[in-house]
């Protein structure tokens, strides 16, 4: 099983990213999935969260700003991150739920100008 992110890098505030997560070796449309944020000292929190049927979640702090978006065809989800601020940046982490549950290995986001 892998998950594999990529898209992070460092923007100035206001810009935008997006993030891509890629699985394979696991039945992708039985799995919800979420991207999960970590900054130095602080617990990894859920930024949002889609489900197999398309349900979405936001955490507070992003609702407006960032979407969470599937394709299925592709095994992959997707962060649209907008209005990027310096208190988004962390490290950003894919997971995958199904009652068993996946994590990637991570994708950096700096937000600063």
């Known amino acids: 099983v892998q998950l594999v992110e990529s898209g992070g890098g460092l923007v100035q505030p206001g810009e935008s990213l997006r993030l891509s997560c890629t699985t394979s070796?696991?039945?992708?449309?039985?799995?919800?999935m979420a991207w999960y944020r970590q900054v130095p000292g602080k617990q990894r929190e859920l930024v949002a969260r889609?489900?197999?049927?398309?349900?979405?979640i936001y955490a507070q702090s992003v609702a407006g700003r960032f979407t969470i978006s599937r394709d299925n065809a592709k095994n992959t989800i997707y962060l649209q991150m907008n209005r990027l601020k310096p208190n988004d940046t962390a490290v950003y982490y894919c997971?995958?739920?199904?009652?068993?549950?996946?994590w990637g290995q991570g994708t950096r986001v700096t937000v600063a100008s």
């Open positions: 889609i489900t197999n049927g398309g349900g979405q």
């Open positions: 997971y995958a739920d199904a009652g068993i549950t996946y």
């Open positions: 070796g696991i039945f992708f449309t039985a799995f919800a």
